[in-house]
């Protein structure tokens, strides 16, 4: 055997040792997950060492599922035999498989997060659609039947009237006597009503009837080349067939309009069954120019770099509507950390003294001068607009969307964390030096302020002024103030 074959025959080993090794981590897993908004439910079928766990993340709303657990930590799943990450954006539901599946990442429709899936290690199915589609069926068929008994109605009537304007227009008639037309004329008005009562009634029974016994009702499907039949049978007898023309390329409008999730309107204002108060979480980013206005003072005189200045606050919201039906009021409330930097004008630095806190000229060439406040505030606003409701058409809950156009007042009260000062420049010898001073500088610890916004959707324009003074024992007192953008992320 040559140097060139020996190659050969152990590439091929190592590549069936890596085939066998990756079929191992195929787990045999099968668990069921319910999910209803922010909730995570699941059931173990085999494979796992948990029957039943649910799991609720509001912040996150990411869930990692393993033979071990549910966590919403990839680093709290190690050594998993399988690991299935699953994430709630808006009405989607998406699935990946990390490790232990043949399939990598999927993605569902999941409306009003209220949805229901089946997991293996080798596919992924949403369950009991199946059979809430032909129960839809039912009722379309339910609701066919009482559309009949208005066309019923109405086609007996023109019957009648064509018979009568029948007789007023034929001269055979007109050598019968006038009570002898009327009475032909209501022995005709007598038949059509009893046709109507009866037709009618064999509508109402069939109605009674479908009702009573829908659970007893079998189900069966039939799909061919373009159409698919539905049939729903009691005992020996047929009592609904529906068939369907099934297009191939469903166009988005046809999608729409078997939504369950309608626009609330005066016509399924009946099907409303309830109004929750469900919260909204964002993730918010603010991004704003950065200012200290003195006492009596201008923004032309602050001594500080408007430009250069410059706030960022992240943090976590949520929301929800003050009134039941009506959506033109939200309390908005959450918490954030925000990093306000100023930079003095000039050669100038920040220098404690004591009990005050003076801007200095600083003793050499400054390269940067920047001094930072770090911070934590919870701000709560009233924020007022208008949006779209939502009903559920099987669950009759009613929902709303976020505020499209929207404004917000409000305030925040806060701690100061911590002060950094950070300096750049050279000294006498040539030699540039890095200075990071960490100090209290006498700012005020507890902190508090006015804010408003004012945007469409996601984006807005945010100011925020502090009512209390940044120093607390300086001569003149300078206040705080940011304007900039704020991103409302849901």
């Known amino acids: 055997m040559n140097f060139k074959t020996i190659i050969i025959t152990l590439l091929w080993v190592c590549f069936f040792c890596k085939s066998a090794q990756a079929q191992d981590k195929e787990m045999d897993f099968s668990f069921e997950v319910e999910i209803n908004e922010s909730e995570v439910a699941l059931r173990s079928l085999k494979g796992t060492f948990w029957n039943e766990l649910t799991s609720y993340n509001i912040l996150t709303k990411t869930h990692y599922i393993g033979n071990s657990g549910i966590s919403s930590k990839k680093s709290d799943t190690t050594e998993q035999d399988f690991l299935v990450k699953i994430q709630l954006k808006g009405e989607e539901a998406i699935f990946e498989g990390i490790q232990g599946t043949l399939w990598d990442k999927k993605k569902f429709d999941c409306p009003d997060q209220n949805c229901k899936f089946t997991v293996t290690h080798l596919d992924i199915e949403a369950i009991s659609s199946q059979r809430d589609a032909k129960l839809a069926s039912i009722q379309d068929k339910i609701n066919e039947l009482e559309e009949k008994k208005e066309l019923i109605k109405k086609e007996e009537k023109e019957k009648l009237k064509a018979e009568i304007e029948k007789i007023n227009?034929?001269?055979?008639?007109?050598?019968?006597?006038?009570?002898?037309?009327?009475?032909?004329?209501?022995?005709?008005?007598?038949?059509?009503?009893?046709?109507?009562?009866?037709?009618?009634?064999?509508?109402?029974?069939?109605?009674?009837?479908?009702?009573?016994?829908?659970?007893?009702?079998?189900?069966?499907?039939?799909?061919?080349s373009g159409e698919s039949k539905l049939n729903i049978n009691l005992g020996g007898w047929n009592l609904v067939s529906v068939s369907e023309v099934v297009d191939k390329k469903p166009t988005s409008k046809c999608f729409k309009s078997t939504r369950k999730r309608q626009p609330l309107t005066s016509e399924n204002?009946?099907?409303?069954?309830?109004?929750?108060?469900?919260?909204?979480?964002?993730?918010?980013?603010?991004?704003?120019?950065?200012?200290?206005?003195?006492?009596?003072g201008s923004l032309n005189n602050t001594g500080i770099r408007f430009a250069g200045s410059r706030t960022f606050e992240i943090g976590y919201a949520r929301d929800f509507r003050v009134f039941e039906k009506s959506n033109w009021l939200r309390i908005k409330y959450g918490a954030s950390l925000q990093f306000n930097g100023l930079k003095p004008e000039g050669n100038r630095i920040f220098v404690k003294d004591g009990n005050q806190t003076n801007i200095e000229e600083f003793d050499f060439n400054l390269r940067k001068n920047k001094f930072r406040m770090d911070n934590l505030i919870i701000p709560v606003h009233l924020q007022f607009g208008k949006s779209k409701a939502y009903v559920n058409e099987d669950t009759g809950r009613v929902s709303f969307k976020d505020h499209n156009f929207k404004f917000g007042i409000g305030g925040f009260v806060g701690l100061n964390l911590l002060n950094t000062?950070?300096?750049?420049?050279?000294?006498?010898?040539?030699?540039?030096?890095?200075?990071?001073q960490r100090d209290d500088f006498n700012t005020n610890n507890f902190l508090y302020g006015l804010s408003a916004y004012v945007g469409w959707e996601s984006f807005?324009?945010?100011?925020?002024?502090?009512?209390?003074?940044?120093?607390?024992?300086?001569?003149?007192?300078?206040?705080?103030?940011?304007?900039?953008?704020r991103l409302d992320l849901n």
């Open 169 to 224: 227009s034929n001269e055979d008639f007109r050598d019968l006597s006038e009570a002898s037309i009327d009475s032909l004329k209501m022995e005709m008005a007598e038949k059509t009503a009893k046709n109507i009562d009866n037709q009618i009634a064999i509508i109402e029974n069939s109605i009674e009837y479908l009702k009573r016994n829908l659970e007893e009702i079998d189900f069966t499907e039939e799909k061919t």
């Open 269 to 296: 204002q009946a099907l409303v069954k309830s109004y929750p108060k469900d919260a909204d979480d964002f993730l918010v980013i603010v991004v704003a120019f950065n200012n200290a206005l003195p006492d009596g």
């Open 421 to 436: 000062q950070k300096l750049r420049y050279t000294n006498d010898l040539g030699i540039r030096i890095k200075e990071r």
């Open 460 to 485: 807005s324009v945010f100011a925020q002024y502090n009512l209390n003074p940044i120093f607390r024992d300086n001569p003149m007192d300078m206040n705080n103030f940011q304007i900039g953008i």
